[in-house]
């Protein structure tokens, strides 16, 4: 079972910078891959970022470059580093976690969101 821990969206300007933070805390789980969604009005969600357990990380094309993933494991929590923001970046980001739990049944949890808004 794992709760998450939203922080870090906000309004800022073209050009700007946020670091998206997630905390993911419970027990009887094992965290593999975390990762970062977006939905932007009237879109689907869709996939920003990710990184395993081991470091290995995967972007999306439109956010390689200006965005970087990266995981604490001593404190459980997922970071998305967001530079050059653009107002197309505009979205509700959501915290993404999978893991198994110890009977070895995988699950995913989602955090609430926040929402990212970029202005010109």
């Known amino acids: 079972q794992v709760q998450l821990v939203e922080s870090g969206g906000g309004l800022v300007q073209a050009g700007g910078s946020l670091r998206l933070s997630c905390a993911a805390s419970?027990?009887?789980?094992?965290?593999?891959?975390m990762g970062w969604y977006r939905q932007a009005p009237g879109k689907q969600r869709e996939l920003v970022a990710s990184i395993t357990s081991g470091g290995r990380t995967n972007t999306a094309d439109s956010v390689k470059g200006r965005f970087t993933i990266s995981r604490d494991n001593a404190k459980n929590t997922v970071y998305l580093q967001m530079n050059s923001l653009k107002p197309g970046d505009t979205a509700v980001y959501y915290c993404?976690?999978?893991?198994?739990?110890?009977?070895?049944?995988?699950?995913?949890?989602w955090g609430q969101g926040t929402q990212v808004t970029v202005s010109s």
């Open positions: 419970g027990s009887n789980f094992n965290i593999n891959t």
């Open positions: 993404s976690v999978a893991g198994v739990s110890r009977l070895g049944v995988e699950y995913d949890y």
